[in-house]
């Protein structure tokens, strides 16, 4: 069964302190990861799909690489807008599209 | 493009009552997924439709929770009797058919049940 680990569970941040959220994962192989934003109340907005390892792709502040085994966003001087709940997820090539998240990682920016 | 649909945004039930919500995915996507999502934790997969077929169900607890996607278009998620650990976001989301370059799932507001 396709398995997606994130950590750490939640981080607190300054203002322009530079971090990485880390997404571990197994998969039966890997059609694509997924990051998402959710903020509270709301329905997680997508980011970025990486599909091969070596990637990267990159919004804003927001950077995402992949290797084989995990994924990382990494956040360069965030601003408290950054704050929201962060969820990476995996599709697998093989079966049947089913789409697993892990826990999320909790990010807070401090003004 | 229009998004993902969902109604209603809150509910609030008595446990052993019944509840229905309902989801319109973007338009011409084959998948649909229905998340329920407890406080603190990630979404977790309660079923999921190719069309109108069912792929995976097996996370539903079939003894209370039914679903269907008439047409394979709009879906309802039931629940029915609800119980206090039901107390969730349940979230709906749709992706593209599989032959699509794009592989990435949108997401719907949610509802809000709160079961007391």
């Known amino acids: 069964e396709d398995q997606v680990t994130q950590s750490p569970e939640a981080l607190r941040l300054q203002e322009g302190e530079s971090s990485s959220l880390n997404c571990s994962y197994t998969v039966s192989g890997l059609r694509g990861l997924f990051w998402y934003r959710q903020d509270p109340g709301k329905g997680p907005e997508f980011l970025f799909t990486?599909?091969?390892a070596g990637e990267e792709k990159e919004k804003e502040r927001l950077k995402a690489t992949l290797t084989k085994k995990e994924s990382f966003l990494h956040i360069t001087a965030p601003k408290p807008e950054d704050s929201a709940t962060y969820l990476c997820a995996v599709l697998p090539h093989f079966g049947n599209e089913k789409l697993t998240f892990g826990t999320g990682t909790r990010l807070t920016i401090i003004p | 493009e229009a998004g993902v649909a969902q109604s209603p945004r809150y509910k609030i039930i008595e446990k052993r009552q019944s509840v229905a919500f309902w989801c319109n995915p973007i338009?011409?996507?084959?998948?649909l997924y229905w998340y329920q999502q407890i406080l603190g934790q990630g979404p977790k997969l309660l079923i999921q439709?190719?069309?109108?077929?069912?792929?995976?169900d097996s996370q539903l607890p079939k003894d209370r929770f039914s679903a269907e996607r008439l047409k394979g278009v709009d879906s309802t998620l039931k629940i029915q009797p609800a119980k206090l650990e039901d107390s969730a976001v349940y979230l709906c989301?749709?992706?593209?058919?599989?032959?699509?370059?794009?592989?990435?799932?949108?997401f719907g507001q949610g509802t809000r049940l709160t079961v007391v």
């Open positions: 439709f190719q069309n109108n077929g069912v792929v995976d």
């Open positions: 990486l599909y091969s």
């Open positions: 989301a749709s992706r593209p058919d599989s032959s699509s370059m794009n592989t990435e799932a949108f």
């Open positions: 338009s011409g996507h084959a998948t």
